[in-house]
């Protein structure tokens, strides 16, 4: 039976003692320390910091150790089967971990002399370029940090295309599925619209009806992910983007389930305007415990001149950082994007090739198609919108019957599938699944894992209806049983830094 | 069938498949993408690369690196939103750990806790560094901060200005400029003294009104001089209703009066220094703290991860908190679209932090001011060059001017680099007011040889 470790360590600021240290910085020279004479002499009084920064006072070793403790008290990839739905958790190459920090690239600063950065620019540039080829897209900008800030550019251009088609101010909706991720209406709101959301139909896809009454010369654009967050095929994309064109719309894809799709369809093939890519997602660099990612964004031609500065150019024989781009938003963040994540983005899509990323394509949706096969006719089960209908990378389960039947809800599915050692599935999302078990497994887990999963499913489903108490006292075999969520978002007892907790706890408040 | 069986995907062997394929009941995989439009389907194969074994791999992007002249391999003098500084092994063997490294945000706290205590831990940090109370676990970097920070005090104050100092970095500047226009949010930039670069007072008085929604100032500022003004501008903000935002570089704070001990409401700042490296400028770190206080809190974006108790109270625990504020559930209500952060970067900050402690972050401090005080003694005694143009206290950065010298600054880093050294930042085109000066950084990693050779290369370039 699984367990993870469980280490019961203190947070740091109780841990140490006064004076110790875990790391001693370079000193000055003595000539430069007689050179420049005392501290109180080279920074105003003022602005001098008197009171030490209550910091933890520690050894390399007891810090080593916490971390290392702490480490273990989470779970990777590398861990075990991580089946979350829209997040596209796949096997993280080490080789492209060693790559990125190859001190010939770690150690470059982005301001350094053309001549000095060819080999990062030409990587760049290149990757810009499979990117564009495998989206379908005209020109392709790294910038974007993440997925979600990808599609806040996406959405800026949205707002300066029509602006300079003098339509900014009619032009005020974008259009986006009920089925769609929390970031498109949010993105779409940042960039200044207003969103209006269109039902999907019976069979998983978007209402054309609905969304024809929904277009209007009001109508910026619509932003789609397809395959869509049921892990459907949109099979009328012809007609919505055919809708939304006529309209005087752009169509956004929203890239977070590209994997499918790799080298079989293309967005911008399919008519998209604007495309955001999560690398982190699709080509294979981790997600960090949450980031950082990168979240490219490519664009149709009559939109690449309004792209963040600089665009990467190969002009006479040298790759070139080009400011001279008019017609540009300006900037979303400092530099280039995250080059780290682009960089080990790169070396993914050589590991693979052109077929390696087909097979990762098909072999996501088999295994999606494989589980869901397994899954469907459990009891307590079902699989909402057109259950004979082949998803693709990943599909959403409903536990809508199990939790009428006994009580246990798909939270408490998710909790007990961590307690047989895998992370579990998106749950409660997309919102037009009641009870939703969003699974999606990838190319990069084996047959026998998928099996393991399964019967996991299976038997907690089982549980389920003879000991609900089993499954809903889950998770028992983590580091921690079930926390107390509401405790840590109520106004009077949120701790959200060490301070505000010791404060608290002093005033009797916690 | 082809046969394309790749490490990194278990199941490409062909017996699995055909295995897996004869449960579902299909022939061919095609039949699983049956509902794509023909027309959509790629016929002909993409302009990408062959599959390459990892040895391939390694030597083609080993080999594409070494066109690069790194900046330990060509003394470099850069900073401008992107420093070197030393990253300790600890700091690096820890976020290569798999088990942080690998995992996602963590939605399921209870097989998170690593994950979520180094956050809670960095949040924390930030909040002793910067004297505030909350901090957020991350942002995309400094300028969309600044950019998601304007927005913030903007919806707490109803009101839809920002004043910001005219000597920023004009990236950070483009970027607040791109997030602000469509939420209606105007931007004022305040004139600095000519001779100390300090922030003019009197035009700040001028341009601050009723309608003033927040006044930031960066401390040290982009030109590397510390802002001593602060608790005036502070109190000018304060007495017109408006928010006080301070832009820090978090290094400077072992040495630096931390925000909070000059009122400051919200603290932004680059985590980069924290254990980062400069990596071509991405991924950096965003911090955003802020005093706690219901509204500002309410309004922050982005994760924040408190420390809670287990249902039964038997044991403290971690987890994601204020989540209605963020759009996997309030959608177009939320404070912001954010979701993949930084996180990593944060935890090379938690454990950067963690093996400075105070004292290491004050010798760190110390290093860095004595590196740039002898930089700038030595450098100005060079005829013809200015260094630095104001006259002000300087941390980590520092001008140099050669409009005496009547060379560009642009001719010089050209003739530098002939000495294997990379010069600052010209400056010309960005402050045109300010001729021909580029931006200088010094940190602890650069030796008073290094800085000698500086010294010597531009005076032999001048004479």
Redesign the interface.
């Known amino acids: 039976m699984f367990k ?1 470790a469980t280490w ?2 203190k ?3 109780d841990l140490g003692a006064s ?11 003595a ?3 007689q ?2 004479g005392k ?1 109180d002499k ?3 009084a ?13 050894s ?1 070793v007891e ?2 150790r ?14 075990g089967f ?1 089946p ?1 739905g829209s ?1 596209t ?5 080490k ?1 492209d ?17 053309q ?6 620019l ?2 760049l540039y290149r990757l810009e370029r ?1 990117l564009a ?2 989206t379908g897209t005209y020109e392709v900008c790294l910038h974007p ?5 990808g ?2 550019l996406g959405t ?1 251009l949205m ?1 300066i295309f029509h602006d300079q088609n003098g339509e900014c101010k009619k032009r005020t909706e974008v259009i986006v599925p009920d089925s769609a ?3 498109n ?8 619209f207003n ?1 209006v959301v269109v039902p999907s139909d019976d069979d998983g896809c978007i209402s054309l009806g609905a969304l024809k009454a929904a277009v209007s010369e009001r109508t910026a654009g619509l932003m789609l992910t397809n395959p869509n967050t049921l892990g ?2 949109e ?1 009328n ?2 007609e919505i983007a055919g809708i939304v064109h006529e309209a005087g719309g752009l169509l956004y894809y929203d890239g977070a389930n590209l994997n499918p799709l790799l ?4 967005p911008g ?2 008519g998209f305007d604007i495309v955001h890519i999560n690398i ?1 997602k699709t080509f ?1 660099t ?8 990168a ?1 490219p964004v490519g664009v149709s031609e009559k939109l690449a001149k309004f792209l963040p500065v600089p665009r990467i150019a190969f002009e006479e024989g040298q790759y070139q950082l080009d400011y001279n781009r008019p017609d540009s ?13 682009l ?1 080990k983005a ?2 993914y ?12 394509a ?2 996501a ?3 999606a ?2 589980l869901l ?1 397994k899954l469907k006719n459990v009891k307590g089960l079902i699989l909402p919108y057109d259950n004979a ?2 998803r ?1 990378h990943e599909c959403v389960l409903s536990a809508k019957p199990l939790k009428n039947d006994t009580g246990v809800s798909a939270l408490n599915v ?2 007990r599938l ?1 307690d047989y050692g895998f ?2 599935p ?1 749950v409660y ?1 997309p919102l037009i699944v009641e009870e939703a078990l969003m699974i999606e497994p990838t ?5 026998e894992e998928l099996d393991r999963f399964a019967d996991a499913v299976q038997e907690i489903c089982r549980e389920a209806y003879a000991n609900p108490e089993r499954v809903l006292s889950a ?1 028992q075999n ?8 509401v ?3 109520h ?1 009077r ?9 010791v404060k608290k706890k002093s005033q009797g408040v916690l | 069938m ?1 046969n ?1 069986d ?1 490490p ?5 062997v062909a017996r ?2 055909e ?3 004869r ?3 299909i022939k061919d ?1 095609d ?7 023909d ?4 016929k002909k ?8 074994s ?1 040895f ?3 030597k ?3 080999e ?11 003394r ?1 003098f ?1 900073g ?3 420093w ?1 500084h ?1 990253v ?1 092994a ?1 700091v ?24 979520l ?5 960095y ?3 930030i ?3 910067t ?1 505030m ?3 957020n ?2 942002m ?5 901060a600044l950019g998601e920070t304007a ?1 913030m005090t903007a919806r707490v104050k109803n009101r839809k200005e920002i004043l910001v100092p005219q000597i920023i ?1 004009p ?2 500047a ?2 607040l ?3 602000s226009e ?3 949010i105007s931007i004022k930039q305040v004139a600095y003294d000519v001779e100390s670069g300090q922030l003019n007072l009197a035009d700040l008085r001028q341009k601050i009104s009723d309608q003033t929604a927040a006044v930031y100032v960066e ?1 040290q500022s982009y030109l590397g001089l ?1 802002e ?1 003004q ?2 005036e501008i502070g109190r000018e903000a304060h007495a017109h209703g408006a928010l006080f935002i301070v832009g820090i570089d978090p290094i400077s ?6 925000p909070g ?1 000059y009122d400051a409401d919200i603290v932004i700042g680059e985590g980069q220094p924290l254990g980062n ?8 770190l965003g911090i955003m703290a802020c005093r ?1 206080d ?1 509204a500002l ?1 309410r309004q922050m974006p982005g ?17 994601m ?4 504020r ?9 404070t ?10 944060a ?1 090379a900050a ?2 950067y ?12 401090g ?2 860095i ?3 740039t ?2 930089a700038i ?1 030595k450098l100005s005694k060079i005829e013809g060059l200015t260094a630095p143009i104001f006259k002000a ?1 300087h ?1 980590k950065e520092f001008t140099i001017n050669f409009d005496n010298a009547n060379v560009t600054v642009k001719e010089i ?2 003739k530098l ?1 002939e000495h294997n050294i ?1 010069g600052g ?1 010209d400056l010309s085109k960005e402050f045109p007011e300010l001729g021909q000066t580029a931006l200088y950084c010094t940190t ?2 650069h ?2 040889a290094d800085i000698d050779s500086l010294a010597n290369a531009l005076e032999e370039i001048l004479t």
């Open positions: 993870q019961n360590e947070v740091i600021f004076g110790r240290r875990g790391h001693i910085p370079p000193k000055s020279e000539e430069i320390m050179s420049t501290m080279l920074i105003p003022k602005m001098f910091r008197t009171k030490k920064p209550r910091l933890p006072e520690l390399e810090v080593m916490h971390y290392l403790r702490l480490s273990e008290m989470n779970f990777g990839v590398d861990s991580y979350l997040c958790m796949k096997y993280n190459p080789i971990e060693q790559l990125a920090s190859l001190p010939s690239f770690a150690d470059i600063h982005p301001y350094q002399d001549s000095d950065i060819q080999g990062i030409e990587i499979w080829e495998i940090a993440a997925g979600a800030h599609e806040l800026l707002r991720h929390g970031t209406p949010a993105s779409a709101a940042m960039a200044g969103v459907v095929f099979k994309i012809d080298c079989k369809v293309r093939d399919m982190h294979s981790p997600h960090g415990g949450g980031g950082p990612g979240g938003i300006g900037k979303i963040k400092s530099f280039y994007g995250n080059a780290a994540v960089l790169y070396a899509i050589l590991s693979m090739g052109r077929e390696g990323l087909e097979e990762v098909e072999i949706v088999l295994n198609n494989y096969h209908k082949p693709k998710a909790k961590l992370h579990a998106t999302f190319e990069s887990f084996e047959k998770p983590v580091s921690i049983s079930r926390l107390d969520e405790k840590a978002s106004p007892t949120m701790a959200l830094s060490w301070r505000m907790y | 082809k394309r790749h990194y995907i278990p199941n490409s699995t498949k295995e897996m394929m449960q579902i009941g995989i039949e699983l993408y049956a509902d794509v439009p027309k959509y389907r790629l194969p993409l302009r990408l690369p062959e599959t390459l990892e391939e791999v390694k083609h992007v080993e594409l690196l070494s066109k690069d002249k790194s900046c330990s391999e060509k470099a850069l401008a939103g992107c070197p030393y300790p600890v690096k063997e820890i976020v290569q750990r798999s088990e942080l490294l690998t995992a996602y945000t963590p939605y399921q706290p209870e097989i998170s806790q690593g994950m205590q180094i956050l809670f831990e949040q924390s940090m909040c002793e560094l004297d109370d909350v901090a676990c991350s995309y970097d400094w300028a969309s927005r970095h990236e950070r483009s970027t400029k791109v997030y469509p939420a209606g401390n510390v001593e602060v608790t704070l072992g040495v630096l009066k931390p001990e490296a400069m990596n071509f400028g991405g991924p950096l706690e219901t809190i994760r924040i991860i408190g420390l809670t108790t287990t249902q039964d109270n038997s044991k403290n625990g971690f987890c908190t204020m989540q209605t963020e759009q996997h559930i309030r959608r177009e209500k939320a912001s679209n954010i979701c993949s952060n930084e996180a990593l970067c935890v938690a454990v932090l963690s093996l400075l402690g105070p004292e290491g972050l004050y010798e760190l110390e290093a001011v004595h590196k005080t002898y003694q206290s941390f880093n050209k680099l990379q930042k602890e990693t030796s008073k």
